[in-house]
Nanobody
Framework: VRLVESGGGLVPAGGELRLSCTYS????????MAWLRQGPGKQFGQSET??????????DYVDSVKGRFTISRDNSKNTMSLQMNNLRPEDSGVYYC????????????????WGQGTQVTVSS
């Protein structure tokens, strides 16, 4: 499976970005997808699940982005997006597209099922 992110960049606080993910190949039958964020100075293993979406379209967000970010997916086109509005400096980081599953209402990425990441930097 190959997941490719795009759309990152440098924006001022209050700005917006739209991240896109295109995936190809067998995603292993996993039902959910998510955007992970590796914060500055943190290891990938410390990444936070910013937003996730189940196969049925059910969305979930970390509290800090609720009302500002919107996740969507189009299974027919093998794409997923993250619309990020009213960005804050603390939203900065490397954003990864991933696929995985929920366990007890928590999203877990499948090992190795993430892309190379796209950098988002929000200046104050």
């Amino acid at each position: 499976v190959r997941l490719v992110e795009s759309g990152g960049g440098l924006v001022p606080a209050g700005g917006e970005l739209r991240l896109s993910c295109t995936y190809s190949g067998d995603i292993g039958g996993y039902n959910a997808m998510a955007w992970l964020r590796q914060g500055p100075g943190k290891q990938f293993g410390q990444s936070e699940t910013v937003a996730s979406i189940a196969d049925d379209g059910t969305e979930d967000y970390v509290d800090s982005v609720k009302g500002r970010f919107t996740i969507s997916r189009d299974n027919s086109k093998n794409t997923m997006s993250l619309q990020m509005n009213n960005l804050r400096p603390e939203d900065s980081g490397v954003y990864y597209c991933s696929t995985g599953d929920y366990y007890e209402n928590t999203y877990f990425p499948a090992a190795g099922y993430w892309g190379q990441g796209t950098q988002v930097t929000v200046s104050s």
